[in-house]
């Protein structure tokens, strides 16, 4: 099946190697990568627990990762997932002490309704 992972690279002018980039996750599905403004932690979006969830990554000082992912935010249910936004429109913005993120929730009611008596005539 698909996979998609994140990496990060040193940033220069010119190529840089594969060899040079390091993964920072290793889910079924990750995307959406954000950097937290002190650059020591990137959110992302997974489906590392089957449904699409907010996860977190640690880095230490040498930019590799610190410890595992850490569930950060979790849609499991079908009134408020992440699959109700569609994965291109979905937008993040991390900052001190915050995320921001959009999401969409579905509601549906369902009615009942008797059939009317037949009239005789």
């Not at 040079?20 to 403004?37: C, M, N, R, T, V």
């Not at 850490?70 to 002490?97: C, D, I, K």
Request: aromatic content about 14%; glycine content about 8%; some cysteine.
């Amino acid at each position: 099946g698909e996979t998609s992972r994140i990496f990060t690279a040193p940033f220069r002018k010119g190529h840089v190697p594969r060899n040079e980039w390091i993964s920072l996750s290793d889910g079924p599905w990750d995307d959406k990568p954000y950097f937290a403004p002190d650059g020591r932690t990137v959110f992302f979006v997974s489906t590392r627990d089957a449904y699409w969830c907010v996860w977190g990554q640690r880095l230490g000082p040498d930019r590799h990762p610190s410890g595992s992912p850490f569930a950060v935010y979790h849609w499991h249910q079908r009134r408020r997932s992440l699959t109700n936004v569609a994965l291109v429109s979905f937008q993040m913005a991390v900052g001190p002490h915050m995320i921001a993120f959009n999401q969409a929730e579905l509601t549906g009611n369902i009615w009942l309704l008797e059939p009317a008596k037949s009239v005789r005539q």
